[in-house]
């Protein structure tokens, strides 16, 4: 995409647009895991009768 902002075929706005959108999906979908990782560990743990 970066050389396509270069060769005047994609617009500067869209190419910044997208790489904040990237940007955000990434960074929500870390902490969306990791506000998953704990429940879904002590489920793990109380399904196989750790806890």
């Not at 904040?20 to 793990?44: E, F, I």
């Amino acid at each position: 995409m970066t050389d396509d902002v270069v060769s005047g075929r994609v617009s500067q706005p869209m190419f910044m647009r997208t790489i904040t959108w990237l940007s955000l999906s990434r960074v929500g979908g870390t902490v969306l895991a990791q506000a998953l990782l704990l429940p879904s560990a002590l489920l793990v743990a109380y399904i196989a009768g750790v806890v």
